[in-house]
């Protein structure tokens, strides 16, 4: 009897074991469909309030150049000198950096290094495989989501290169320029911004090699088609 009873209260508290288990398993599993069911935009979607609203307060900032231990920035300084507009750092690990600053830091924009570029804001991006162009990961909330196979098939970011001698660095939907990128025009001036179905379409800046200004606007280039 003493054997029977102790295999009853040793199955009782195994029974005990494996329904507290189950129960912890039921909890956890709305947080990892959560997971499974993120929406995974490229990156933040900037309402055009906020960048019409973002552009008014710098349209009449003034361009410079400002130099620190960390590389170089040329674009756009606030009345109190610092970086804040649009513009772009070359840092002193050759990583090229293009969009826009608030403060000192890069609120949105293009970072392309040697072998990966990314867009998006520091805490929400997309990563491009330089090599090939494809998405590597999004990134979000300090989360890394691997893209769809959809996805990948349909964005790239592409070096394009023109007969004029012109250039643009990007990214693209179906092989056309869409969403941020830059145009590199042959006589030294390029372009950042937004582009939809091949054409510059939203705000964006046109950096000037001649005098070293800078033109921000917005742009619709499917107006002359």
Known sequence: MRNFAAQKQNYDMKTMLL??????????????CDAQFVRLDKYPNIPPEYEAAFVDQVTDYVSGVVKSMYGQYFGQLSPEGNIYGYGSFF????????????????AFGIKRGAEVAKVGTN????????????????????????????????????ILKYNNGDQYVGESTDNKREGFG???????????????????QGYG???KREDNAIVIQYWDESEDE
């Open 205 to 207: 800046a046109l950096f």
């Open 91 to 106: 840092t002193i690990q050759d990583e090229e950096i293009y969009g826009l600053y608030r403060n000192g830091d890069l």
């Open 123 to 158: 805490d929400h991006y997309t990563a491009y495989d330089l090599r090939t162009g494809y998405p590597l990961y999004i990134m979000k909330d300090n989360q890394k989501y691997a893209p769809s196979a959809d996805f990948r098939e349909k964005n790239r970011f592409l």
């Open 182 to 200: 830059l145009y590199f025009h042959s006589n030294g001036d390029f372009y950042y911004g937004h582009y939809k179905n091949n054409n510059r």
């Open 19 to 32: 329904r507290w288990v189950f129960a912890l398993l039921i909890a956890s599993l709305p947080a990892v």
